[in-house]
């Protein structure tokens, strides 16, 4: 059974630099695209970012630019580098992994379309 954990999260300041990381266990990573979103509190979970399969990466419109996703297949592991960190990205980061069919792509962000989610890491980012 495929297990992520995410962690790496934590209080900065705005500007400030934060690297997630999203650890599998239990089965490989490398067929799957992998998804980073988003909850902050009383909002609805978001996405944020997407790497495929052959690491074909995506971002959503507000992290353009801040955020880089990278994977390493032979750690299992995906990870977010957030730079230029600002207060509207205080939130719970979790990853998750794409459903078939196409779970090789990211096709959408819709949270339906992804499974497998971690707990998740606390991201703080004060004014």
């Known amino acids: 059974q495929l297990q992520l954990v995410e962690s790496g999260g934590d209080l900065v300041q705005s500007g400030g630099s934060l690297r997630l990381s999203c650890v599998a266990s239990?089965?490989?990573?490398?067929?799957?695209?992998i998804g980073w979103f988003r909850q902050a509190p009383g909002k609805a979970r978001e996405g944020v970012s997407c790497?495929?399969?052959?690491?074909?990466?995506y971002y959503v419109d507000s992290v353009k630019g801040r955020f880089t996703l990278s994977r390493d297949n032979a750690k299992n592991t995906v990870y977010l580098q957030m730079n230029n960190l600002k207060p509207e990205d205080t939130a719970v980061y979790y990853c998750?992994?794409?459903?078939?069919?196409?779970?090789?792509?990211?096709?959408?962000?819709?949270?339906?379309?992804?499974?497998?989610w971690g707990p998740g890491t606390q991201v703080t980012v004060s004014s």
């Open positions: 790497i495929s399969r052959v690491a074909m990466t």
């Open positions: 998750a992994v794409k459903k078939p069919p196409f779970s090789h792509i990211c096709l959408n962000y819709n949270t339906t379309h992804y499974t497998n």
């Open positions: 239990g089965s490989p990573l490398d067929s799957y695209a």
